[in-house]
């Protein structure tokens, strides 16, 4: 994995961003409105999970799951978790 990947997306009012590193062992950023609120310094082969909490009255946690494959290490799937729901969450390549 040469790149770096942003994962993005909306909930409500909010946005929840996660910045994967480059390399296989890139660091992980959890962004809620832009703000750093969870932070991995390195990811390996298999599930990565950070939590957060959704800035409302009262805070609703989440968790997000970056996966990265086995056998295609350039392969990571990340969705996050809010209310027993999970989604998947797009990567939008930053080179």
């Not at 909930?11 to 609120?37: F, K, M, Q, R, Y």
């Not at 970056?66 to 027993?84: F, K, M, T, Y």
Request: proline share 6%; net charge negative.
């Amino acid at each position: 994995m040469n790149r770096s990947h942003h994962f993005r997306v909306d909930h409500g009012a909010h946005s929840i961003a996660v910045n994967v590193g480059p390399g296989s062992a890139g660091e992980i950023e959890l962004l809620v409105d832009g703000e750093v609120v969870a932070y991995a310094k390195e990811h390996a082969a298999g599930t990565t999970v950070l939590t957060g909490t959704l800035p409302s009255d009262p805070g609703r946690p989440f968790r997000v799951m970056v996966r990265q494959a086995h056998i295609v290490p350039s392969a990571l799937w990340c969705s996050w978790e809010v209310d027993g729901t999970e989604q998947h969450m797009p990567d939008r390549a930053v080179g």
